[in-house]
């Protein structure tokens, strides 16, 4: 009993100098350090077309076995001229990944599934503009590590240009996931927008306080994975100073 509590340690130890960097290491459902964004049912709903506003900002991904992955990202930006009109995103994209042989990671979404809801309550009028997704994201590498503090494991992404982005940690193995198939066969967007229309708008407004506009020409595409990587950090760090004034008002 000593002798193998005594080997948990050392195997913490050889894991965080070691590290993982194969495709099995990634299996699971990992999520940023908010712990509020999950992959799955709970972020977005693809028959009503939902997608789910968690509390907090955060970031998911979810990968399986045989090659298939998930994204969840909000993301919260505030306005410097009115703290009180800040900018928020929802994304969900699935589709196959790989790791290529220099290490790196590349999640090719299937292009017809993926969704975004804008909010931009200062500007939109306050409502928010769903639209179609399709973003590859390339990652320059990856690592799996023990975090010896927390006793989890935590996943290490380094973005196109090198910058790491902030850990994730593993929260379900297996992971939590919507079906690894297209859920919108359907390519021609028109058919399958107007035929959920007025649902998704009654339901959206119910559920969320928010009027889902159809805008499929304003696709938004992110430019390039360097300007997510500041996109985020930027938005943390506003949202750390919100959270500032907010305490001292
Ligand atoms: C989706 O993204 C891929 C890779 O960037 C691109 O080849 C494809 O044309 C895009 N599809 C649509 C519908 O924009
Ligand atoms: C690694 O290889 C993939 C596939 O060839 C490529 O898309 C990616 O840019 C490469 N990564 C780096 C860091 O050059």
């Not at 900002?57 to 993301?75: C, H, M, V, W």
């Amino acid at each position: 009993m000593l002798a193998a509590l005594s080997l948990i340690p050392l195997l913490a130890i050889t894991a965080t100098v070691l590290g993982d960097s194969d495709t099995d290491s990634l299996y699971g459902t990992w999520t940023s350090k908010s712990h509020q964004v999950f992959t799955g049912p709970g972020f977005y709903d693809p028959v009503d077309e939902l997608l789910i506003e968690p509390s907090l900002p955060g970031y998911s991904l979810s990968f399986t076995k045989d090659g298939y992955f998930e994204e969840a990202a909000y993301r919260v930006s505030g306005n410097p001229q009115d703290p009180s009109c800040p900018t928020a995103v929802l994304i969900y994209q699935h589709g196959t990944y790989t790791v290529e042989s220099n290490g790196s990671l590349i999640l090719a979404p299937f292009e017809v599934d993926g969704r975004q809801l804008l909010s931009d309550p200062c500007k939109d009028s306050g409502s928010s503009v769903y639209s179609r997704y399709n973003q590859t994201v390339v990652f320059k590498s990856f690592l799996v590590k023990l975090n010896d503090y927390h006793g989890v494991k935590e996943l290490v992404l380094h973005q196109f240009d090198g910058a790491v982005m902030m850990p994730m940690y593993l929260a379900y193995q297996p992971p939590v996931m919507l079906p690894t198939i297209t859920l919108n066969p359907t390519k021609s967007a028109t058919s399958t927008e107007t035929g959920t229309h007025n649902k998704r708008s009654l339901r959206g407004m119910v559920k969320r306080g928010l009027e889902n506009r159809y805008k499929t020409s304003a696709v938004k595409r992110n430019r390039e994975p360097v300007n997510a990587a500041a996109y985020w950090w930027t938005s943390l760090g506003l949202i750390a100073l919100g959270s500032a004034v907010f305490f001292i008002f």
